[in-house]
């Protein structure tokens, strides 16, 4: 049983979690060789769990997932860090002039962060500074990787940078879990998208995250075909400097306020603003340790389960009777569903809460 606490975000779908659906909806699962055909542009696949479960963006499962991953991160104090693979935190290339064998690496100076990529014949270079990044990086977020590339080319990539399997688990996004493959999206990884900061060489293929978004200058460390293209490191016998790269300027920047590095201020939004909750919260959970609490005080709320705080400008509640919905109108009271908070949190701006009407209970 799902109590309303660990499912404050959800809203109303058509596709439960065992699947039963509205006959409006052409709907087939995946995992049964069928698909929904109205709703397969609506669809993310979350393939990197399991290989057979599609979701919708209101599907019941994608949402409890996403907010007991964000309740986590709330009440861990924590930002997830999505990080791009190629040009951002190593650079790979096929051209056989490049290629190594074995007793060739044990001598070239690069040795410890340069790999010949089996069973393909590629070469991969670590970008300078990138262990060092990941250790520091991961007490300070829940890190996932985002990239274009293959699962398999993916695979071989994290275990160049993540041998002892310690700071990516299973957060890995590829190509084959992108609902269109020339375009990421912060929807696959977390329900409230100001949680997430972006590490990418390539804006464009965030076009929905922009403001999330810390653009990386590209690492070029072998040459390409192009005739045009520029000096790389390999031509020149040299490589970004450990102390004052990319890297580890950006790990300086993140260190000192890592919300502060693009997001908008939230502080204020719920200014004036002094809530209380009706029927959220089950009794095992202290209200001021939930999500919906937390991300209250965040946009500049004051939240109290105390009545003698009244007059409260607005109750967060599923359902209300006439009577309360009268008596709220008569304290003046605003009675808004838990959605109002999930919102304005994720616009980082204050919705009118009259659009955000509670259900009518008998």
């Known amino acids: 049983m799902v109590y309303p606490q660990d499912s404050s975000g959800l809203y109303s779908s058509s596709l439960s979690i065992m699947g039963v659906h509205d006959d409006t909806h052409k709907v087939n699962l995946k995992a049964y060789g069928v698909t929904c055909m109205d709703c397969v542009n609506e669809a993310f696949m979350f393939k990197y769990i399991d290989k057979n479960l599609w979701v919708s963006p209101d599907d019941e499962i994608s949402q409890l997932q996403m907010i007991e991953e964000s309740e986590k991160l709330l009440n861990n104090r924590k930002i997830v860090l999505v990080l791009d693979l190629d040009k951002t935190l190593l650079h790979t290339t096929k051209r056989s002039k490049y290629l190594k064998t074995p007793e060739e ?114 690492y070029f460390y072998f040459n390409s075909k192009s005739a045009n293209s520029i000096a790389s490191f390999s031509a020149l016998n040299t490589d970004e400097d450990e102390t004052t790269g990319v890297l580890a300027t950006i790990l300086e920047k993140l260190k000192t306020n890592p919300r502060t590095v693009f997001q908008p201020k939230i502080q204020g939004v719920l200014q004036g603003c002094k809530l209380t909750f009706k029927g959220i919260f089950p009794p095992s959970l202290k209200p001021e340790n939930s999500c919906l609490w937390s991300m209250a005080e965040e946009l500049g709320a004051i939240c109290s389960m105390d009545d003698a705080l009244t007059p409260f400008t607005h109750v967060v509640t599923w359902a209300a009777t006439a009577e309360e919905s009268q008596q709220a109108e008569l304290d003046k009271n605003i009675l808004v569903h838990p959605r109002w908070l999930h919102d304005c949190y994720d616009a980082c701006k204050r919705y009118p809460g009259k659009d955000f009407r509670v259900e009518l209970k008998n």
């Open 105 to 218: 690496l044990l001598q070239h100076k690069f040795k410890d962060s340069l790999f010949r990529v089996q069973p393909w014949a590629m070469m991969t270079k670590l970008r300078p500074f990138v262990h060092t990044f990941l250790k520091e990086a991961s007490t300070m977020f829940e890190l996932h990787i985002c990239t274009m590339g293959k699962r398999d080319y993916a695979s071989k990539m994290v275990e160049f940078l993540d041998p002892e399997k310690v700071y990516f688990k299973s957060r890995v996004i590829t190509r084959e879990d992108l609902v269109d493959s020339e375009e990421k999206s912060l929807d696959l990884v977390l329900r409230h998208k100001r949680m997430a900061i972006i590490l990418d060489d390539n804006q464009h293929v965030w076009k929905h995250d922009q403001s999330n978004l810390i653009l990386v200058k590209k």
